[in-house]
Structures are given as structure tokens and as C-alpha cells.
């Protein structure tokens, strides 16, 4: 079974541009989180997906950021403008709705704003 | 603030040897899981206690859980340099939606040859 697949792994930007993270699911997984993770720290859920629409984006810094899953498979996050601090590893996950909720992760993406 | 804080931050030991995390949470959960992140990759999951359980085993790892004490502990037994990693506890909720993690700032253990 194929995991939680995003691109890209790597990505250094300047302050002040906009930049853009993919997620794909794994297969017939209806939740898709977004976490941020800074160094040293615990992951932070960004804004959690059930099919396309939203369930929880009360920690997501909406002047900044955004995400959307418009077909309820592959969802992409975006911030614009980045800022020093967005500095992080962006972790997507899915799980099931039912049965065994597990939340599976993909590798990340690990975001250096200069 | 995050839920589900570890202890110690950070684990040193010789391979062969026990090592055990702690983690405590201020609120109610459904369960607790366990998650393992090695540098440079993603979170894995290795195990879930729920709330009405107070012991499980998987392999090397034993997990006891102690509601009363709002506190949880990882345990891996004869740990071997492949065990270097973070270990991430997290609070979990079962909605409807589905499942809500709230990680604590993790343990760095680390495995010596």
C-alpha cells in the first residue's frame, strides 16, 4: 500500500514570497491533516480535511496561510507571505473515518525562509 | 500550549539497555499514542492506548497508561542503535470527523553502539 506521498522535500525561499506544498493520501483515507513542525518541537495541526471540506483550521494563521483539498484526494497547502518564523517542517497525514483512525504521515516537506 | 509533555527531553543509553519516556497531559483523552520520527524523516506510528486500558505490549515497546495520574510511559526493552530517534506522546480525541492529536515537544533518545 502505497504511504502519504508530498513534494516537494525540500524548499528555501526568500521572506515575502509565496510557496506551495502537495499532499497525496493515502487511497480511500477521507481526513487529511496539515501539521507544522519547528525544529525542536512537537508537531502543530495547521487544518484538518474530511473529504473537501474543512473540519478544524483554528490554528491555521489564515492571513498567511491557506489550503484547500477541492476534490477530496490530494490537498494543497500555500503561504503567501512567507515569514522568517514559517521556517518548519510541514507534515501532511491521513487516516480513515471509521475503524482504525490511525493517522499515517508523509516524509514532509521542510520549508528555510530567508 | 501543547499537550502531552515529555520527560526527560533527552535519553542517552548503551545499546542493550532499557529506556523509558514519560509523558503527562492536563485534559481528557480517548487515548494516547506513541509516534517515532528519525532524523530527516516522518512520523511513525507505533502504538495506541486507549483511555480504559492500562497496559499494552508491542514487541520491545510497553506502554502503561495511569488516568488518575493524567501521565503515560513508553518503555523499549533492549534497545538497539536503531531505536535512535525522537518519541513524539500525543493526545488523542475520536470525533466523528475523526481522530485529533495533540503532540507533546517529544524525547530525543539516543541508542549508543
Known amino acids: 500500500e502505497a504511504g502519504v506521498a508530498q513534494s516537494p522535500r525540500y524548499k528555501i525561499i526568500e521572506k515575502r514570497q509565496s510557496v506551495a506544498f502537495w499532499c497525496n493520501p493515502i487511497s480511500g483515507h477521507a481526513t487529511l491533516y496539515w501539521y507544522q513542525q519547528i525544529l525542536g518541537q512537537g508537531p502543530k495541526l495547521l487544518i484538518q480535511f474530511q473529504n473537501n471540506g474543512v473540519v478544524d483550521d483554528s490554528q491555521l494563521p489564515k492571513d498567511r496561510f491557506s489550503a484547500e483539498r477541492l476534490k477530496g484526494v490530494d490537498s494543497t497547502l500555500k503561504i503567501q507571505p512567507a515569514k522568517l518564523e514559517d521556517s518548519a517542517v510541514y507534515l501532511c497525514?491521513?487516516?480513515?473515518?471509521?475503524?482504525?483512525?490511525?493517522?499515517?504521515f508523509g516524509p514532509g516537506t521542510r520549508l528555510l525562509v530567508l | 500550549s501543547q499537550q502531552g509533555e515529555e520527560d526527560p527531553q533527552a535519553l542517552s543509553i548503551q545499546e542493550g539497555e532499557n529506556a523509558t519516556m514519560n509523558c503527562s497531559y492536563k485534559?481528557?483523552?480517548?487515548?494516547l499514542q506513541w509516534y517515532r520520527q528519525n532524523s530527516g524523516r516522518g512520523l511513525v506510528h507505533l502504538i495506541l492506548?486507549?483511555?480504559?486500558?492500562r497496559e499494552k505490549h508491542s514487541g520491545r515497546l510497553r506502554v502503561t497508561l495511569d488516568t488518575s495520574k493524567k501521565s503515560s510511559s513508553l518503555l523499549i526493552t533492549a534497545s538497539r542503535a536503531a531505536d535512535t530517534a525522537s518519541y513524539f506522546c500525543?493526545?488523542?480525541?475520536?470525533?466523528?470527523?475523526?481522530?485529533?492529536?495533540?503532540f507533546g515537544e517529544g524525547t530525543q533518545l539516543t541508542v549508543n553502539p
Open positions: 500525543a493526545k488523542g480525541r475520536e470525533e466523528t470527523s475523526g481522530s485529533r492529536l495533540t
Open positions: 492506548i486507549r483511555s480504559n486500558e
Open positions: 485534559t481528557s483523552i480517548n487515548n
Open positions: 497525514a491521513s487516516s480513515l473515518v471509521g475503524g482504525d483512525r490511525t493517522q499515517y
